[in-house]
């Protein structure tokens, strides 16, 4: 029988110290066995890098420690010491079921694809939320719509090849980062997997970076969105892919500052140059556009 290909499992740490044993217990006590282990404590002031320490003793943990740079630099850190076949991110505060990688490296080796996201996550903390019923794999051919999968790339299992292929990085000093890693990634992958297994654990805690966007949606998201709009247009993926444009308003209605950042956006869309003759920008997308566009940029949009 042949070897059980390596996966290695990245862990970003910052000042988790009363979850993070639930976490690492989580990843060690996994059935999948063949794991690198990569801890990166990203500057923690509290007892996190100890705790981290105390799991040394188990062979396949590598543990670093690098001045705070924030969640996506401490991932592609991680990304750099990988060896593994396979890629898999975890949260340092959340869990997984004791199956949760060997489920995932089954579906991807038995789908024959190099990405695969499990939609079962059970939301904790604040509130909770109750188990799907389990789904078996849908394998996809990227398009525009079904690569539209959200963010948390904690609920997918990356091929290392492809990471590297294409080149993708997380985006430093920004929040939605994973959006912009998928959305760029995944129009390059040949096929891929869907699927709804074992959970998940999330928790919501009011320390983490995204319970302070509740209520305000953070310009770094029109941010995100240059830089997926300017990477397909790098790739010549722009007429076959269409960038997420509901980033530029659609996302923004019904938060504090949605006046602010649907003119933040107008601002952004002019710069771009977004028109119907570069992008072919279709009538959805238009009307995703209506409400935030003054009526002159409308106009220009529909020029031929």
């Known amino acids: 029988m042949s070897k059980k290909p390596l996966v290695s499992v990245i862990i970003p740490i910052y000042n988790v110290a009363p979850y993070l044993r639930e976490c690492l217990d989580s990843v060690l006590n996994q059935t999948y066995?063949?794991?690198?282990?990569?801890?990166?404590?990203?500057?923690?002031?509290?007892?996190?890098?100890?705790?981290?320490?105390?799991?040394?003793?188990?062979?396949?943990?590598?543990?670093f420690f690098v001045k705070n740079g924030g969640l996506s630099r401490a991932r592609n850190l991680g990304m750099s010491e990988a060896r593994g076949t396979y890629i898999y991110f975890i949260d340092s505060d959340d869990y997984i079921e004791c199956n949760y990688i060997e489920e995932m490296v089954r579906v991807a080796q038995e789908c024959e694809v190099d990405f695969v996201c499990n939609e079962q996550v059970i939301h904790f903390g604040?509130?909770?939320?109750?188990?799907?019923?389990?789904?078996?794999?849908?394998?996809?051919?990227?398009?525009?719509?079904?690569?539209?999968?959200?963010?948390?790339?904690?609920?997918?299992?990356?091929?290392?090849?492809?990471?590297?292929?294409?080149?993708?990085?997380?985006?430093?000093?920004?929040?939605?980062?994973?959006?912009?890693?998928?959305?760029?990634?995944?129009?390059?992958?040949?096929?891929?997997?869907?699927?709804?297994?074992?959970?998940?654990?999330?928790?919501?805690?009011?320390?983490?970076?995204?319970?302070?966007?509740?209520?305000?949606?953070?310009?770094?998201?029109?941010?995100?969105?240059?830089?997926?709009?300017?990477?397909y247009q790098q790739k010549g993926l722009l007429h076959l892919f269409e960038p997420p444009y509901f980033f530029l308003g659609e996302c923004a209605i019904g938060y504090v500052n949605e006046e602010e950042y649907i003119q933040r956006a107008q601002v952004l869309i002019e710069r771009l140059g977004i028109k119907q003759g570069s992008v072919s920008l279709t009538k959805r997308v238009l009307n995703q556009f209506k409400f935030l566009l003054k009526p002159l940029l409308i106009r220009t949009l529909w020029r031929a």
């Not at 105390?54 to 396949?60: G, K, Q, S, T």
């Open 126 to 231: 604040s509130y909770l939320k109750g188990l799907k019923a389990k789904e078996d794999p849908k394998i996809l051919i990227p398009d525009s719509k079904n690569i539209a999968i959200g963010g948390s790339v904690w609920r997918c299992l990356f091929s290392r090849e492809l990471i590297e292929r294409v080149g993708v990085r997380f985006l430093e000093g920004k929040i939605h980062e994973d959006e912009g890693f998928l959305y760029m990634l995944l129009p390059f992958c040949e096929r891929f997997a869907m699927y709804c297994g074992s959970a998940y654990f999330y928790r919501q805690r009011e320390g983490s970076i995204m319970a302070g966007h509740k209520k305000f949606r953070s310009y770094d998201l029109l941010d995100v969105f240059e830089s997926i709009y300017l990477f």
């Open 33 to 63: 066995e063949n794991l690198q282990i990569i801890l990166i404590n990203d500057g923690s002031t509290d007892e996190s890098g100890s705790i981290a320490r105390e799991y040394l003793n188990d062979v396949r943990v590598e543990l």
